[in-house]
């Protein structure tokens, strides 16, 4: 694989503090689904040491392997033979037998899964471990502009209280990266859109795998034109031309200050025309004050919303290996990670990618 260290922890403040909690032999907070599936897999351990052995107990044997039948379309572009898996029927596909790395020097490739990126909204890749930090950089150039580590360079969050945001990847200033483990666990295992809450958010992401749990730690994407076309007529009527409050959390602070933005509920996707609902329990509070919507009403349509979020039907599942990568739709999907892997590691890598036409960064 290529040079990839992990992130060095031990002289890092931010993770230094939080490992204090394991360090006194408290168990991961149940305030996070990582604690919660930990309760889960092992009850009613004496100790955190014990509830760690237990769940590594439980998933020591487990070997990496095959069976059973996958369905995929074959297809050859610019000679190189590809594997399409469907993950869901409407939503997320795998593209087997490209390198990341050599494979899209020819523009007919990019185009290739450009198009298949906008009818799919997210695309995965297996076996790509030997890509470079840089050649990441590369490949999301293919797509767009390479923005900061949450999209637009106006607000870039330096939170002290976040982790990501003390660890610097040389070379690279604009790559978060994602760590957990024993002692820190972490996992953004909430429905959202990636930095919803920017002017201007990201296009996409895309999302490289360095070390994956042997089992959990999934990322699950879902289909905002679907959870649109969920809704009931009356409540489309009723809000297809309202904008929703998006509100970043504490770490997405910059210089102390909370960022916030105001965004069409129904979102027209630049690219494909469609409608995609833009509402997610991530980072939306409320409907934009000057439509004066009675509380009860809001409270009652955003539920509905987030009702949609999330549902088997609209929903794919991507399990991360080593060198798995994702690239996805902030216009047209969520996603949340799945907080059931702790006390593996897992340790992922994030790009955002905005639209090479800039009339088309702000939401409509
Ligand atoms: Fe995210």
């Known amino acids: 694989?290529?040079?990839?260290?992990?992130?060095?922890l031990s002289d890092n403040a931010v993770y230094l503090s939080r490992s204090e909690r394991a360090k006194a032999g408290k168990r991961p907070s149940r305030s996070s689904a990582l604690g919660v599936v930990a309760e889960s897999r092992f009850p009613g351990a004496k100790s955190r040491s014990e509830m760690v052995q237990g769940i590594l107990a439980q998933d020591r044997d487990l070997v990496a392997g095959n069976f059973g039948t996958v369905y995929y379309k074959p297809v050859t572009v610019c000679g190189v033979d590809l594997k399409l898996e469907p993950l869901q029927p409407s939503i997320g596909t795998v593209v087997h037998g490209i390198d990341l790395a050599t494979d899209l020097n020819d523009p007919e490739m990019v185009t290739f899964l450009r198009e298949l990126w906008l009818e799919r909204r997210v695309i995965m890749f297996r076996n790509q471990a030997h890509v470079s930090r840089e050649q990441m950089v590369e490949f999301a150039q293919h797509f767009g502009e390479v923005g900061s580590r949450y999209g637009e360079r106006e607000h870039v969050p330096n939170s002290p209280h976040d982790l990501s945001h003390q660890i610097d990847v040389p070379g690279i200033p604009d790559m978060l990266v994602l760590t957990s483990d024993e002692a820190v666990p972490a996992a953004a295992s909430n429905w959202h859109s990636d930095a919803s809450w920017q002017m201007r958010p990201p296009m996409a992401s895309v999302l490289m795998c360095r070390e994956a749990p042997p089992v959990g730690g999934d990322t699950c994407f879902c289909d905002c034109y679907s959870m649109w076309e969920g809704l009931s007529l009356e409540t489309k009527e009723r809000v297809e031309?309202?904008?929703a409050v998006h509100m970043g959390a504490v770490i997405?602070?910059?210089?102390?200050?909370?960022?916030?933005?105001?965004?069409?509920?129904?979102?027209?996707?630049?690219?494909?025309?469609?409608?995609?609902?833009?509402?997610?329990?991530?980072?939306?509070?409320?409907?934009?004050?000057?439509?004066?919507?009675?509380?009860?009403?809001?409270?009652?349509l955003l539920l509905e919303m987030k009702l949609q979020e999330g549902r088997p039907?609209?929903?794919?599942?991507?399990?991360?290996?080593?060198?798995s990568v994702a690239l996805w739709d902030n216009r047209a999907v969520l996603h949340s990670a799945s907080g059931d892997f702790w006390p593996h590691r897992r340790i992922m890598e994030r790009l955002t990618i905005l639209d090479h036409d800039v009339s088309r960064r702000t939401p409509f």
């Open 241 to 243: 031309h309202l904008s």
């Open 1 to 8: 694989m290529a040079d990839v260290q992990p992130p060095q």
């Open 313 to 323: 039907e609209y929903t794919c599942r991507f399990r991360w290996e080593e060198g």
């Open 252 to 300: 997405h602070q910059m210089d102390g200050k909370t960022p916030v933005a105001t965004h069409p509920v129904a979102r027209t996707h630049p690219e494909t025309g469609r409608t995609a609902l833009y509402v997610q329990q991530g980072f939306v509070r409320s409907f934009a004050q000057t439509h004066n919507i009675p509380k009860d009403e809001e409270k009652t």
